[in-house]
């Protein structure tokens, strides 16, 4: 499950990265080392926009304390909820994550559910060891 996981969460990014590309201005700020901006940016897209995929993105830099963005497990987990809530698949995978590190499988089971539902092909893949 876990590598499963960590999988998906560096997967976008990783081809991001390897390809220097994206249409995305704050994750390009973050392929190009810019994290606090990158951060505020995907920051202010999902408070003001509600964008599930920004919401997402804050929720990862929070848990993996990446580019001097100060760890934060607690807050990272509200953005994935928010995120989840937005339909992002990303957020809900990851959400699914936690909640069976905690034991709670039926928890996790909707979410990932919901993150297969959503287009999650890894999430649909796990639900079927379940």
Avoid at 21 to 49: I, V, Y
Avoid at 74 to 86: D, H, P, Q
């Amino acid at each position: 499950m876990k590598k499963l996981l960590i999988t998906l969460a560096f997967g976008g990014l990783l081809f991001a990265m390897n390809h220097g590309q994206t249409n995305d201005p704050d994750l390009q700020l973050a392929l190009n080392g810019k994290f606090k901006q990158a951060f505020s940016g995907f920051e202010k897209r999902c408070m003001n926009k509600n964008d599930g995929y920004a919401c997402g993105m804050v929720g990862y830099m929070l848990d993996k304390g990446i580019g001097g963005i100060e760890k934060n497990h607690k807050e990272a987990i509200k953005y994935y909820k928010k995120g989840c809530e937005l339909k992002d698949a990303d957020s809900c995978t990851l959400l699914g994550y936690y909640e069976y590190k905690q034991g709670n499988t039926k928890k996790a089971k909707e979410l990932l559910n919901k993150a297969c539902k959503l287009g999650n092909k890894d999430a649909c893949k796990y639900l079927n060891k379940f």
